[in-house]
């Protein structure tokens, strides 16, 4: 079986600061996502990738950026860190083809002092 | 866009009881409707799903109901134990690309 490994777990930055998140998956699968999970909110899509190179924006862009240079990796960059932001960043990766269950990340935890 | 609401948001139970989670959704070209169950200190994880031609799916001590004019979803979980507690999550898709969470369900299995 597969797997998706994030790194780092956790992410302690400060105010302004620009932090890189990484993802790496083996399941040869083309679609790739950045979540953000925060209590009482559920999951937001920030970026999704359906292939090498392609990027797309999801419903909470703003502040992001992301690069999909090779089918395996997929990374997001927090472009300013937000002064007391604490959330959980979840990527997440399927096949192609329509409406397939996702395979999850054990999450990257991010703290701004 | 597609808007996905999950109550209730927790609920604590004793051991061997049942639960009802409920899911409802805006979007009518949703398609495919999966589950999640994330443990403490682990990653989600996919547990049942269900695709708008069907009313019903069961996987062991799980249940999955589908109303299509309602635009409404429940989970059914029987004899409810320990292991089960942990964060659930409904989400919706219209087969696109992507797929939208509701707000989870924490359920807490006491002994």
């Known amino acids: 079986g597969g797997i998706i490994t994030q790194t780092p777990k956790f992410l302690i930055g400060q105010e302004g600061q620009k932090l890189t998140l990484k993802c790496q998956q083996n399941?040869?699968?083309?679609?790739m996502y950045w979540y953000r999970q925060d209590s009482g909110k559920g999951l937001r899509l920030i970026y999704y990738?359906?292939?090498?190179?392609?990027?797309q924006k999801g419903d909470l862009s703003e502040g992001y950026d992301a690069s999909r240079e090779k089918k395996s990796s997929f990374s997001l960059t927090v472009t300013s860190a937000q002064k007391n932001e604490m959330a959980v960043f979840l990527c997440?990766?399927?096949?192609?083809?329509?409406?397939?269950?996702?395979?999850f990340g054990s999450g990257t935890r991010l703290t701004v002092l | 866009g597609e808007q996905v609401e999950q109550l209730p948001s927790s609920l604590i139970v004793q051991e061997g009881a049942s639960v009802l989670i409920n899911c409802s959704y805006t979007?009518?070209?949703?398609?495919?409707f999966p589950w999640y169950k994330q443990e403490p200190g682990k990653r989600l994880q996919f547990i049942i799903d269900?695709?708008?031609?069907?009313e019903r799916k069961q996987n062991q001590r799980l249940t999955l109901l589908f109303d299509k004019k309602t635009k409404h979803l429940s989970l059914h979980i029987t004899a409810t134990q320990p292991g089960d507690s942990a964060i659930y999550f409904c989400?919706?898709?219209?087969?696109?690309?992507?797929?939208?969470f509701g707000t989870g369900t924490k359920l807490q299995v006491v002994p």
């Open positions: 989400s919706a898709t219209n087969s696109g690309t992507y797929q939208r």
């Open positions: 399941f040869n699968h083309d679609t």
């Open positions: 269900i695709r708008s031609n069907m």
């Open positions: 997440a990766s399927r096949t192609g083809r329509s409406a397939e269950t996702l395979y």
């Open positions: 979007d009518s070209a949703s398609v495919y």
């Open positions: 990738s359906i292939t090498e190179n392609d990027l």
